[in-house]
């Protein structure tokens, strides 16, 4: 982390760039960073050049079968058995296929009382007047005289 803040700070101005330095290793130190490790990379961060680092670096393609489960404290072991089991997709040709990179596990927040008492959506203004539902079964839609009121 420390390193991708000191690279990240790399300004044309260097009185400018040293005085940020100099305040962001003050606050890694004050985080409880390992304050050699912080010197280190604040000692390299200046030798990038500024025009390699402002290159377009091409991210590789990963595709994710997301696996969506509602969260529940008893599934601790979701995810342990999920990487247990990626070693039986990669031996197997046609799983291997299917899932080349091991599955994105998200948990999707369980029904709580505000999800269950609330909605989600304000509901529509009604339109005064008298007006057919429009349902096909219905017998008296036919017989509605359309009026803006009653």
């Known amino acids: 982390m420390v390193k991708r803040w000191c690279v990240f700070l790399f300004l044309s101005d260097t009185t400018e760039r040293n005085h940020h330095l100099k305040t962001l ?40 079968m997301p696996l969506v489960v509602t969260y529940n404290p008893k599934l601790k072991t979701v995810r342990k058995t999920d990487r247990d089991l990626q070693g039986t997709l990669n031996t197997d040709e046609s799983l291997k296929n299917i899932f080349p990179d091991p599955p994105l596990l998200a948990f999707r927040q369980s029904p709580n009382l505000k999800k269950l008492i609330t909605r989600c959506a304000l509901s529509q203004p009604t339109k005064n007047g008298t007006y057919p539902c429009g349902k096909k079964q219905c017998k008296t839609c036919p017989h509605i005289q359309i009026s803006d009121r009653i």
């Open 25 to 64: 290793k003050a606050d890694f130190i004050n985080r409880g960073y390992n304050p050699r490790i912080v010197d280190k990379h604040i000692y390299r961060a200046p030798r990038i050049s500024r025009s390699q680092l402002l290159l377009y670096k091409e991210k590789p393609e990963i595709n994710w």
